[in-house]
């Protein structure tokens, strides 16, 4: 069993009353490793030594461009690390590991866009309406990063938020998730290799409360970067009434898959397998409300019945697996209670809506279709973070606008059609952060990512996410050869 350590200050330890807790793996549903249960002091700790690394010693005295180094060299090491990282995250979370060794290594492209990026964070030059008055702007870090990530894909929510912060110049303190802290624990390992000064970067692992309630109201936190659910967002925002920290909120979603008769039809069932039954369901962009347009409903239906029935579901670690189990026991319980809550509704099963025979360690849950006449239909409203699609028919374009904005989220959205005009003035309707055309759930460091309403505010990646984590200082200078006037004496 692995017995995993904070990492504060550069240095591996437990927490300071010993606490631990046990992390299970969700193929198994047995207990594999285990972390400490980071309390008040520890969180403390961290987060002054993030203070001490951001004015003292070598960080701030680094050059813009030592700072890129040392992110290059953390990316060198996180894809070295890449099929480890990727093995222990996929025994943690369940999560296959075709797509954990795959996104581990993609991870490092976001610290290597970072790198690139951290000399290239300017201010501007004003044309100032005085005289003998030259005044600039320059981006400053904002100060200590708490950066909060959930599960389910933890090493890349954690590079979307250090990234940019180390780039601009912050420090960080990671809280990793309680159900799933391994990745980061080991990730941790990597970072003490790269030579960054000690407080540049700090990890502590445990539960909301104390652990995460004590990063976010801490009066030394400048900035908090969330990703996690709305209700947590919510404590988040009141915890930082404390601080008065300014916070990114990356949250849930509902997003959208409209799809037009005109449409190529393998292109929009593939989009709406992979954005509804890729990494079980268990995505903030699953396109889990699928709106099909009459013509080709039916077709449709049939379709993705069809593809979710020949999933292969097992063993995540297996190569020839395509999905693994749900992260969590309660995560499970409650997608079957929404389900079947739904099919009393009225919704129709098509397929699934059960566990899968023969696998009954572990968290596993088939692939499921529902038939849903309107969205008062609850699969259809609430976020379900699992493999479940909820298909509803249109006729009209306006109407497949009005059913995919009548939505709380907007965070992702998906367009199938072949007609170049539409999806012009589909994507302007819709109110999303992403828009995906005939393509689903693409991602990259370059393309900013983020939610509109209750999906959250703030964007990761891309240039956008600097400003995230910078704020301005404005220098004006006297450039006269005359001392500055008395402001009492009037000319
Ligand atoms: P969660 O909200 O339960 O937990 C997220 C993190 O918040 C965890 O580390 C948790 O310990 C911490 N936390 C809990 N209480 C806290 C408190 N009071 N103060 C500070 N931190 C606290 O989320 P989850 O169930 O682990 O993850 C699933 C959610 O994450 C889904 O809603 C999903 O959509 C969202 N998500 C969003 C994105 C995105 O980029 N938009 C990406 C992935 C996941």
């Given at each position: 069993m692995n017995d995993y350590q904070l990492y504060i200050d550069s240095e591996f330890c437990e927490s300071s009353d010993g606490g631990r807790f046990d992390t299970v793996n969700p193929a198994t549903g047995e207990v594999w490793a285990s972390a400490p249960a980071a309390t008040e002091a520890d969180v403390d700790r961290a987060v002054r030594a993030a203070r001490r690394a951001l004015v003292e010693g070598e960080w701030p005295t680094l050059t813009a461009t030592q700072r890129g180094r040392l992110l290059s060299r953390l990316a060198d090491l996180v894809a070295d690390a890449a099929h480890h990282l990727g093995e222990v995250e996929t025994t943690d979370s369940g999560k296959l590991a075709a797509e954990t060794r795959a996104q581990s290594a993609y991870v490092a492209d976001y610290y290597r866009y970072y790198a690139g990026l951290a000399d290239k964070i300017q201010g501007d030059t004003l044309p100032i309406d005085k005289p003998d008055l030259h005044v600039f702007t320059t981006r400053e870090p904002v100060g200590v990063v708490a950066a909060i990530v959930p599960w389910n894909a933890e090493m890349f929510l954690t590079a979307t938020k250090i990234g940019p912060a180390l780039a601009a110049g912050n420090t960080v303190v990671i809280k990793a998730s309680e159900e799933a802290p391994a990745p980061l624990l080991e990730f941790a390992r990597v970072v003490d290799q790269v030579g960054f000064p000690p407080g540049v970067v700090n990890l502590v692992t445990g539960f909301g409360e104390p652990c995460g309630r004590a990063l976010t109201s801490h009066p030394m936190v400048d900035k908090v970067a969330f990703t996690g659910g709305v209700d947590t967002a919510r404590h988040v925002v009141a915890n930082t009434a404390h601080n008065l920290a300014p916070v990114t909120l990356e949250l849930g979603g509902k997003s959208p898959i409209l799809v037009f008769d005109d449409a190529d039809f393998d292109g929009a069932v593939n989009g709406a397998v992979a954005g509804n039954f890729g990494a079980s369901g268990q995505?903030?962009?699953?396109?889990?409300r699928v709106f099909v347009q009459s013509g080709v409903h039916e077709r449709f239906v049939d379709e993705v019945v069809r593809r979710a029935e020949a999933i292969r579901i097992g063993d995540p670690l297996a190569d020839d697996t395509q999905m693994g189990p749900l992260a969590t026991r309660a995560q499970r319980d409650r997608i079957e209670a929404v389900v079947a809550e739904s099919v009393d509704q009225g919704a129709t099963l098509h397929t699934g809506g059960c566990r899968p025979e023969g696998l009954d360690a572990g968290w596993y849950y088939r692939p499921t279709v529902l038939g849903c006449a309107d969205q008062d239909v609850r699969s259809t409203r609430v976020e379900l973070f699992g493999p479940v699609m909820s298909v509803l028919r249109f006729d009209t374009e306006d109407e497949a606008v009005a059913l995919a904005n009548d939505t709380e989220f907007g965070l992702g959205a998906g367009i199938f059609t072949r007609d170049v005009s539409r999806v012009h003035r589909v994507a302007r309707a819709i109110r999303s952060g992403i828009v995906w055309v005939n393509t689903y759930r693409a991602i990259s460091p370059i393309a900013p990512f983020g939610g509109f309403g209750n999906s959250g505010s703030g964007r990761e990646a891309g240039v956008d996410a600097i400003h995230e984590f910078t704020t301005t200082k404005t220098v004006w200078i006297n450039t006269s050869t005359e001392p500055m006037s008395n402001p009492f004496t009037i000319r």
């Open positions: 995505s903030c962009v699953a396109g889990s």
